[in-house]
């Protein structure tokens, strides 16, 4: 089963290796097709490519680009009336030779929408009824018996992402924009809320000074669970840190950890967050180092310690 697993993923990576090194003018054309668009972007396709079209829909509505999916069948009872002059439509298909397809390329066609396609096979009627179409051809599916619409489907899906991506390039789709489409869900929390949201401060934070003994270290930590305790100065800037892993590195170095202090064992000059920065900024600072980080101490420009802000809470933010 594990050995299956490998060989159709590895098919499927292989696919859409050889689709990137087939992208060029076709793609191009492609984008400024939808960048130049007057109208929204319609997508279509059956069975599998139907929800590679849904998908792109999808992606292209979450990147700026007003978009919707028509369904080929549909289209022809009536759902037709969705495209409009100015639009443009993307269509997907495996085979080129699906009838409800060719039909919608060529009502598309005479009503002057733009039409791109997403097609297996290059040499087909659907290929030549579209004003540029993208070849998402591939050598095998990736199952046994070559029958499963596996890396054909990957591939399509794949190709419509970089439709989306880079059209959002084009129209210099920003993080803000995204924050604006995407007000619920883990992501538009990230870029929403900012590091004050969700921090801990006040009496909720460890603090302790530089020389204060470990044993009140451990104490304070133990009472204020937070997985860090902030050390200050005399004048409340952050001196250092003490996480979980700094009192078990100090039992490990230590026979003796009566004697010792916080200064001893803390982390000097640690990594900081400003409040005023976006949960997803933390995130990323925390998550993209060689040593991954599960709690930040945040200060202002000054240096003057605010708080802590734990893996655990840009997860748990409101």
Same mark, same amino acid.
């Given at each position: ?10 098919? /499927? ?46 992606? =292209? ?9 028509? !369904?080929?069948?549909?289209?022809? !009872? &009536? ?6 002059? &100015? ?8 085979? &080129? ?27 087909? /009627? ?12 591939? /050598? ?22 970089? =439709? ?23 992501? &538009?929390?990230?870029?929403? =809320? ?21 044993? /009140? ?102």
């Amino acid at each position: 089963m594990i050995d299956a697993a490998r060989k159709l993923l590895a098919c /499927e990576a292989r696919s859409i290796e050889r689709a990137s090194a087939r992208l060029g003018a076709e793609f191009e054309r492609a984008v400024h097709l939808l960048a130049d668009a007057s109208g929204k972007i319609v997508t279509a396709g059956m069975g599998k490519s139907g929800a590679a079209a849904r998908k792109l829909a999808a992606t =292209l509505c979450a990147t700026g680009s007003p978009a919707a999916y028509l !369904h080929p069948a549909e289209a022809e !009872h &009536g759902d037709f009336g969705l495209l409009e002059p &100015g639009d443009v439509l993307i269509l997907i298909s495996k085979s &080129g030779t699906t009838p409800e397809l060719l039909r919608l390329a060529a009502r598309a066609r005479d009503l002057g929408v733009s039409r791109i396609g997403i097609c297996g096979r290059l040499d087909t /009627e659907l290929a030549r009824l579209c004003d540029t179409a993208l070849d998402a051809s591939v /050598e095998e599916e990736g199952d046994p018996y070559n029958l499963i619409p596996a890396s054909s489907a990957i591939v399509a899906t794949a190709l419509g992402d970089a =439709l989306s991506i880079s059209l959002a390039a084009a129209r210099r789709f920003s993080p803000e924009d995204f924050r604006l489409l995407h007000p619920g869900g883990q992501l &538009g929390r990230n870029l929403r =809320l900012r590091v004050r949201d969700a921090m801990h401060s006040g009496d909720e934070v460890p603090w302790v000074s530089p020389q204060s003994p470990l044993r /009140e270290v451990v104490i304070a930590m133990t009472r204020k669970p937070l997985g860090a305790a902030c050390v200050l100065d005399e004048e409340g800037r952050l001196a250092g840190l003490i996480t979980d892993g700094d009192l078990r590195r100090a039992l490990e170095r230590f026979d003796d950890i009566r004697p010792l202090t916080a200064a001893d064992v803390m982390t000097r000059a640690p990594v900081t967050i400003s409040p005023d920065a976006t949960l997803r900024e933390a995130l990323l600072l925390m998550e993209r180092r060689p040593r991954q980080l599960s709690v930040l101490p945040v200060a202002d420009s000054s240096g003057l310690a605010l708080g802590l802000l734990r893996l655990h809470d840009i997860y748990q933010a409101p």
